[in-house]
């Protein structure tokens, strides 16, 4: 048993940067995420873009 079944097909939504080509010590801070579609992977800065977004932006249905 593996805990990443698939290492080599994981790549950026964002930016479509690579998870296998990225340093192993890069490679731990991609964050794995979860949608309708399935898994996904963000790379460590597009990760924290990510973040400012949802942090950033209030829904639609606030207003
Ligand atoms: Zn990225």
């Not at 939504?13 to 898994?39: I, K, Q, Y």
């Amino acid at each position: 048993m593996v805990d990443d079944p698939e290492p080599a097909a994981a790549h950026c939504t964002r930016c479509g940067r690579s998870r296998a080509e990225a340093p192993p010590a890069d490679a731990l801070a991609w964050v794995m995420t979860h949608d309708e579609r399935g898994r996904s992977w963000l790379c460590p800065a597009c990760a924290r873009a990510h973040v400012r977004d949802i942090e950033g932006k209030l829904p639609d249905e606030y207003w």
